[in-house]
């Protein structure tokens, strides 16, 4: 069974930043594709930043703000975050992939919100 646990969520005012870590149970280069999602209060859950390889990808509410990395020391894969603004309030969830067809692994979330 993978695990994987996020941190570093917290209350930042806008215009601030943050970087969010995902730690995971097994070495994270293993991941066929590792990523984040967010889901805002009411709202669906939405495609924020992944990697799959030397690949990234964003979403397009990230607007260039964002930017995902691979820590292999830590065994982590980060999410570092600028120019936040209210609308980036959300549960951050992480997710990985072993392989194109498995269902993937999820996180438990954390909470990250934007306000002054």
């Known amino acids: 069974q993978v695990q994987l646990v996020e941190s570093g969520g917290g209350l930042v005012q806008p215009g601030g930043s943050l970087t969010l870590s995902c730690a995971a149970s097994r070495s994270i280069v293993s991941f066929y594709d590792v990523g984040w999602y967010r889901q805002a209060p009411g709202e669906q859950r939405e495609f924020v930043a992944k990697l799959r390889g030397g690949t990234m990808e964003y979403g397009g509410s990230t607007g260039g703000r964002f930017e995902i990395s691979r820590d292999i020391a830590k065994n982590t894969v980060d999410l570092q975050m600028s120019n936040l603004s209210p609308d980036d309030t959300a549960v951050y969830y992480c997710?990985?992939?072993?392989?194109?067809?498995?269902?993937?692994?999820w996180g438990q979330g954390t909470q990250v919100t934007v306000s002054s």
């Open positions: 997710y990985g992939r072993l392989s194109p067809d498995s269902s993937g692994y």
